[in-house]
T-cell receptor, first 112, second 117 residues
Framework: GQQLNQSPQSMFIQEGEDVSMNCTSS?????WLWYKQDPGEGPVLLIA?????ELTSNGRLTAQFGITRKDSFLNISASIPSDVGIYFC????????????FGSGTQLTVLP | DAGVIQSPRHEVTEMGQEVTLRCKPI?????LFWYRQTMMRGLELLIY????????DSGMPEDRFSAKMPNASFSTLKIQPSEPRDSAVYFC???????????????FGAGSRLTVL
């Protein structure tokens, strides 16, 4: 099956700093999704990317769908304490959410 | 919309007991998924329903696990008998299948944290 490598596994940053995390795959995907999971909650969708090369922003978050369709990155600018959580990338090949592959997550800690 | 509703949020039980987890998907969504999350294995898809019919249960770990979706607004995941290695957070998620913007994107519930002693 498809495998996603998500890095880094964890990050400790100072409030106000920018953050970057990425996912790479050995296979191509048609859709890339980025989710955030707060402690004790389920993952919540942050950004969905549907086209190779697509760059999409959602507030302080920016994500890109790699041109090779095998990678994606997520940037968070000017981090704040509520950015703490686990960020998951997910790649989808077909037209069904059943064909979703999740990365292992990036645990983000923002220090005041 | 209230989102995907799961219950219970926390369950502590003893080995050998039956556990039933419940899920109410988002109204109008036609696909429902059960996931298990552990530190070691991350998010694992257990079973997927489309229009209330189980389509893919290849992720169900063993016969002790079963899932049902009697109607479009309710699903259960049952473990009988439970074992300590079943301790995990179980998520239900739903989506609307289609070829339009926003389709096929999962919305997760808050999860049910299961501890089997």
């Amino acid at each position: 099956g498809q495998q996603l490598n998500q890095s880094p596994q964890s990050m400790f940053i100072q409030e106000g700093e920018d953050v970057s995390m990425n996912c790479t795959s050995s296979s191509i995907f048609n859709t890339w999704l980025w989710y955030k999971q707060d402690p004790g909650e389920g993952p919540v969708l942050l950004i969905a990317l549907y086209k190779a090369g697509e760059l999409t922003s959602n507030g302080r978050l920016t994500a890109q769908f790699g041109i090779t369709r095998k990678d994606s990155f997520l940037n968070i600018s000017a981090s704040i304490p509520s950015d703490v959580g686990i960020y998951f990338c997910a790649g989808q090949l077909g037209g069904s959410a059943r064909q979703l592959t999740f990365g292992s997550g990036t645990q983000l800690t923002v220090l005041p | 919309d209230a989102g995907v509703i799961q219950s219970p949020r926390h369950e502590v039980t003893e080995m050998g007991q039956e556990v039933t987890l419940r899920c109410k998907p988002i109204s109008g969504h036609n696909s429902l998924f059960w996931y298990r999350q552990t530190m070691m294995r991350g998010l694992e898809l257990l079973i997927y329903f489309n229009n209330n019919v189980p389509i893919d249960d290849s992720g169900m770990p063993e016969d002790r696990f079963s899932a049902k979706m009697p109607n479009a607004s309710f699903s259960t995941l049952k473990i009988q008998p439970s074992e300590p290695r079943d301790s995990a957070v179980y998520f239900c998620a739903s989506s609307l299948t289609g070829r339009f913007s926003g389709a096929n994107v999962l919305t997760f519930g808050a999860g049910s944290r299961l501890t089997v002693l």
